[in-house]
């Protein structure tokens, strides 16, 4: 395999997470891009100093390279990647596709008319546990697949100061405005990985947890949870989160057929628990299987140094061989399953601001689904270019922090 030039638009603690994961791959990043010199510094020593910099996209999509990791606003990325279709250059997208529906319908236009390989960088279905409830799933022991759940429970410490000003660094940052549907890769992709299901109609509910006290935040959501139910295209049901902030810090998933069923253990991960019926119990196993799964991996060394749980290393990797063979990524990481998994993202905070109104996923392969949204562009975000959210992102619209916690925000930012 050729090196691959790359260039990361995004130089804040992720994009440099991402392309120190991809010079271990043996890449090459040729440039960077991002508004901050600070950030545009650390990343630079971090890649060895002999990179382009740039303050601008435009200049930066000019700079000769074979593929851009998107690591810009969780929001923005349709935009940019479309930019990259044009000049048929390969886009690693990190977290949600597109932050509207509209964008989403202008990203697999765009594509399509690309020669691009383009991947959702979604890592968690990578995680030693998911590749071995995907491993199951593909063996066929469980029977038909009927029902799974992703969680993604991530509660953070509000005086976390050291987190503000990494990852929310000014007050209409889109973190402060994150509807708890949005952040929902890391719940639904690895259930859509191992199922190879797509959800075709989503629901959503939310429990409203505002943060108390005066602590430093900005956060204009006070939801603590989003619970999202989905019907799929083979008749199986999801239930996922979002980003949730109940109890203690896990990440669980949980896949049942009419003969089986296969989770990790909440806090005990990376252990599975494998069951069967009693009748259906297939030769060698055991009615309930408790283990840990080995990698199995020829570079399982250095799947172990990279971030969340060797997710990084991996889903980078599918990336390269995509690139090298010329071909899509499977599902749920090509274009359309990725725009599909933000429609869910999206119609389910929709939804749940609708009382938990029903709402059709729209097939991005048939123009008449794209045609009915490509100009909704409600968004619960401020935009870069200065544009306003058009949607609540709480279920109590009029929630906003208070004064003093305005106040201390400002403070620890400085």
């Known amino acids: ?6 260039g990361i638009f995004g130089a804040g603690t992720r994009g440099r997470s991402l392309a120190w994961t991809f010079m271990m791959l043996n890449c090459e990043i040729v440039a960077i891009c991002d508004t901050r010199d600070a950030e545009l510094e650390k990343t630079a020593q971090a890649v060895g100093g002999d990179v382009a910099i740039y303050h601008d996209f435009d200049s930066f999509i000019e700079h000769d390279m074979d593929a851009v990791v998107l690591a810009n606003y969780f929001h923005e990325h349709a935009p940019y990647a479309i930019r990259c279709f044009e000049r048929d250059l390969h886009v690693y997208s990190e977290c949600i596709s597109n932050g509207t529906m509209a964008d989403g319908v202008a990203l697999i236009r765009a594509f399509e008319k690309s020669k691009s390989i383009y991947m959702l960088a979604e890592n968690y279905p990578q995680m030693l546990f998911n590749r071995e409830i995907k491993r199951i799933c593909d063996g066929g022991t469980l029977g038909k697949i009927m029902y799974a759940e992703g969680e993604y429970n991530h509660p953070g410490d509000p005086n976390d100061v050291q987190f503000k000003k990494d990852y929310n660094y000014f007050e209409k940052h889109w973190r402060n405005y994150l509807p708890r549907t949005y952040y929902i890769t890391h719940s639904m992709g690895p259930v859509m990985w191992a199922t190879g299901a797509t959800p075709k109609r989503v629901t959503a509910f939310t429990s409203f947890a505002p943060i ?19 019907q799929n295209d083979d008749g199986s049901i999801f239930r996922v989160t979002g980003c949730a902030k109940f109890g203690a810090h896990h990440k669980s ?11 990790n253990l909440r806090g005990m991960e990376p252990q599975v628990m494998l069951r069967y019926n009693d009748w259906e119990i297939p030769e060698g196993a055991k009615e309930i299987n408790l283990y840990t799964p080995e990698w199995n991996d020829p570079d399982q060394e250095l799947i172990k140094k990279s971030g969340h749980g060797g997710g990084d290393y991996l889903t980078a990797r599918m990336f390269l061989n995509c690139i090298d063979k010329g071909v899509q990524p499977e599902h749920p990481f090509n274009a359309y399953a990725a725009v599909a998994m933000s429609s869910v993202a999206i119609l389910g905070h929709r939804s749940m601001l609708n009382g938990g109104q029903p709402y059709d996923i729209p ?4 123009e008449e689904d794209c045609k009915q949204y490509e100009n909704d562009r409600e968004t619960p975000f401020y935009g870069t270019d200065g544009s306003e959210p058009t ?17 201390l925000y400002h403070e620890v930012l400085k």
């Open 212 to 230: 108390e006290g005066d602590v430093p935040t900005a956060s204009y959501n006070g939801d603590g949870t989003a619970i999202i139910t989905t």
């Open 363 to 366: 097939d991005f392969t048939k």
């Open 253 to 263: 998933y949980r896949v049942c057929g009419t003969k089986g069923s296969i989770e």
């Open 1 to 6: 395999m050729k090196k691959i030039r790359i």
């Open 391 to 407: 949607v609540p992102c709480c279920s109590h619209p009029d929630f906003k922090p208070t004064e003093k916690q305005v106040e």
